[in-house]
């Protein structure tokens, strides 16, 4: 198992910038594909981006293509994400998420994920 947990979270201006960061517990972090997903108050979760295990494959919700950067530290087990250009429909409680992964391959739908974190508030004022 994985536990993770984010911070980073904040109020910012749009087209400020923030980054989250999601740390996880284990010794096995490089095992796991990451994710982020976001769920916008009376919305369903929303893949925003995901990373494979060794960081080597990226993808990115058409949405965010261009603005928002994943990365991971697999010595520091740890996953962040560059969001730049922020706009206020980028308002959402951020998650970070997980799934162990044999291959290459980072999960494209929140539902594809099996491990979780709380959540980090992002608010995009106008």
């Known amino acids: 198992q994985v536990q993770l947990v984010e911070s980073g979270g904040g109020l910012v201006q749009a087209g400020g910038s923030l980054r989250l960061s999601c740390a996880a517990s284990?010794?096995?972090?490089?095992?796991?594909?990451m994710g982020w997903v976001r769920q916008a108050p009376g919305k369903e979760r929303e893949f925003v981006t995901a990373i494979s295990r060794g960081g080597g494959n990226t993808y990115y919700a058409d949405s965010v293509k261009g603005r928002f950067t994943i990365s991971r530290d697999n010595a520091k087990n740890t996953l962040y994400l560059q969001m730049n250009s922020l706009k206020p429909e980028d308002t959402a409680v951020y998650y970070c998420a997980a799934v162990r992964s044999g291959n290459s391959y980072a999960p494209r739908t929140p539902y594809e994920y099996d491990y979780w974190g709380q959540g980090t508030q992002v608010t995009v004022s106008s």
């Open positions: 284990g010794r096995t972090f490089s095992s796991y594909a």
